[in-house]
């Protein structure tokens, strides 16, 4: 069965760093591009960027490009979303996806579980 | 980036009836070279990650079912459930993956009347 399965949620104080992780299995992992969508409380979703697993191309939305980073581990299949200083305004469910055609960018097919990052004093 | 809009921002159907959502980006999502619309539909239920259901504007993802249909070219799309049923209750993004970044639209909610 192909799927994304993301690491457990987070509770954190503004400053202090993150890293999430999405796991792919039951495909070829280096083979598809690997997006990031956050989604605010009762808000929609947003992008915030994608990376290709074969060689860790990636591309950011200008609304997310600097506050954080995607990185992908080709040896243990997983994609990882990173913050160095986290912020109230940062609380949200991040969902990892997968791109639809092999080594193309476009629509998401596969969809992990979701994390809920919450950010709070 | 391209800006998409989606319209109603909620609207309740009667169980069986049609169900219509518009969707309209800022440019066109239609690439020449291969004549395809880079344009998807998710739905999204509570508690849930989304749910691809058309790609290539009006292709169904394997698995879902025929009522849900997909229109349109260019700027202007159009998502149709053809006769509501209850697991429908959701609410329903476009996305464009023309340009990066590949942004969603705002969501239609949609509910039983």
């Known amino acids: 069965e192909v799927q994304l399965v993301q690491s457990g949620a987070e509770v954190k104080k503004p400053g202090e760093s993150l890293k999430i992780s999405c796991k792919g299995s039951g495909y070829s992992f280096i083979s598809y591009w690997i997006g990031w969508v956050r989604q605010m409380p009762g808000k929609g979703l947003e992008w915030m960027g994608i990376?290709?697993?074969?060689?860790?191309?990636?591309r950011y939305s200008p609304s997310f490009q600097g506050q954080v980073t995607i990185s992908a581990d080709r040896s243990i299949s997983t994609t990882y979303l990173e913050w160095s200083s986290l912020k109230a305004s940062d609380t949200a469910m991040y969902f990892c996806a997968r791109c639809l055609i092999p080594g193309t960018a476009d629509a998401f097919d596969i969809w992990g579980q979701g994390t809920l990052v919450t950010v709070s004093s | 980036d391209i800006v998409m809009t989606q319209s109603p921002d909620s609207l309740a159907v009667s169980l069986g009836e049609r169900a219509t959502i518009q969707c309209k980006s800022s440019?066109?999502?239609?690439?020449?070279?291969?004549?395809?619309?880079?344009l998807a539909w998710y739905q999204q239920k509570p508690g849930q990650p989304p749910k691809l259901l058309i790609y290539?504007?009006?292709t169904r993802e394997s698995g879902v079912p025929d009522r849900f249909s997909g229109s349109g070219s260019g700027t202007d799309f159009t998502l149709t459930i053809s006769t509501l049923q209850a697991e429908d209750v959701a609410v329903y993004y476009c996305q464009q993956y023309c340009n990066t970044p590949f942004t969603f639209g705002p969501g239609t909610k949609v509910d039983i009347k």
């Open positions: 290539w504007a009006s």
């Open positions: 440019q066109s999502v239609l690439y020449s070279s291969n004549n395809k619309n880079y």
């Open positions: 990376i290709y697993a074969g060689d860790s191309d990636t």
